[in-house]
């Protein structure tokens, strides 16, 4: 998984882990079922703290996007937004994120 975070940007690091977080679904970088680096593993990487990436995963399981599994870690959701939104058909709109 490649990410590219901007710790001086307008934008929240939260939001910006977030948005690529959905673009690798999106973009088939990250696959359902696919098993995300821990929380403490994102965060030494980039050099932010847990809480952040913590709250990011989070607002990405409430919004559909991820599991947590007990005991194992976060995975990328087999039914997630994207999946339901090809099986029904329907096209994305660029303002997903």
Known sequence: MRLWLSKNGEVPLREQLVRQIMLGVVSDDLKPGQRLPSTRELARRFRIHSN?????YRELERRGWLEFRKGSGVYVRADSPMTDLAASGR?????WL
Request: cysteine-free.
């Open 52 to 56: 952040t990436v913590s709250a990011a």
């Open 91 to 95: 096209v994305w709109q660029r303002n």
